[in-house]
Antibody
């Protein structure tokens, strides 16, 4: 059974930093591209970032490019998102998601499995 | 960037009725790279449909997807109590964008 468990959310001041983690289990982690998707309170879904199975290719939405960094440790089956220079509009529930197999990460992202999310609050 | 517009914003129906949800893209979607997700309160989204019309594993056949080009539809043939939720369409090509969602609520 695929399990994705996010952690690291919390309250941070505008301009601050936070690092999210996602512990994966139940599948061969290195064989799948992974992504972060966020959802502001009461709002819709927004793709944030994706990374290839090897970690060699990364993709970001325009709204976070240059501020967020996605990475993975395949030896520990862990996905991470380093978030710097946080803004009020970054406040959201951040989901870790497994990309569908067979779709090159450069071509897009279809999400087969999702974690429960970790909440990021940006406020002074 | 491809923009997806879902309609209606809210659909008020009774159990047993048919639900028809629309998703319109700002430009034609190559290879019908359109997915539908269901999200219930306090839960993450669940993949229902991909490729515009292929049901994901374990999805009941009362859910069906159709469409091509710029116009796509999710149909729930007979609403079950557990189907009342918010539904999102997604272009899973390079834009990776989601629609704003349609809430299906109990009338």
């Amino acid at each position: 059974e695929v399990q994705l468990l996010e952690s690291g959310g919390g309250l941070v001041q505008p301009g601050g930093s936070l690092r999210l983690s996602c512990a994966a289990s139940g599948f061969t982690f290195s064989s799948y591209a992974m992504s972060w998707v966020r959802q502001a309170p009461g709002k819709g879904l927004e793709w944030v970032s994706s990374i290839s199975g090897s970690g060699g290719s990364t993709y970001y939405s325009d709204s976070v490019k240059g501020r967020f960094t996605i990475s993975r440790d395949n030896s520990k089956s862990t996905l991470s998102l380093q978030m710097n220079t946080l803004r009020a509009e970054d406040a959201a529930l951040y989901y870790c998601a497994q990309n569908s197999a067979g779709m090159p990460v450069a071509d897009g992202a279809l999400f087969d499995y999702w974690g429960q999310g970790t909440l990021v609050t940006v406020s002074s | 960037e491809i923009v997806l517009t879902q309609s209606p914003g809210t659909l008020s129906l009774s159990p047993g009725e048919r639900a028809t949800l629309s998703c319109r893209a700002s430009q034609s979607l190559r290879s019908r790279q359109l997915a539908w997700y269901q999200q219930k309160p306090g839960q993450p989204p669940r993949l229902l449909i991909y490729g515009a019309s292929t049901r994901a594993t374990g999805i009941p056949d009362r859910f069906s997807g159709s469409g091509s080009g710029t116009d796509f539809t999710l149909t729930i043939s007979r609403l079950e109590p557990e189907d009342f939720a918010v539904y999102y369409c997604q272009h899973y090509g390079t834009s990776r964008t989601f629609g704003q969602g349609t809430k299906v609520e109990i009338k």
